[in-house]
């Protein structure tokens, strides 16, 4: 799985591998003695072998641990007495 994990991370810092084609990426990997699973993700585009070699489990968060705080919207004490109506004709003091 190492040498799975170090031909990835190849892959993804060399720009010449990163745009070569599927045919091209595949016998490079082939030369270099790369797992069964990583050549078939490659040659297909299929990775759910490659999900199997690496031990790839999904995780799922529910979606209320996404949801914003809302500590600036705590009411304070003296903001719960509503405010005073005008009353026309008068003025205030």
Known sequence: MSNTIELLEAIGTDASLR?????????W????????????????????????????MP??????THTPGHEDDEVEQGELEPAP??????TNP
């Open 85 to 90: 109506m005008p009353v026309p004709g008068q």
């Open 19 to 27: 745009h070569a084609s599927r045919h091209e990426l595949a016998e």
């Open 29 to 56: 990997l082939q030369q270099l003695g790369a797992s069964d699973a990583l050549t078939a993700a490659v040659s297909t585009g299929d990775s759910a072998a490659l999900y199997a070699e690496l031990g790839h």
């Open 59 to 64: 995780m799922q968060q529910p979606q209320v």
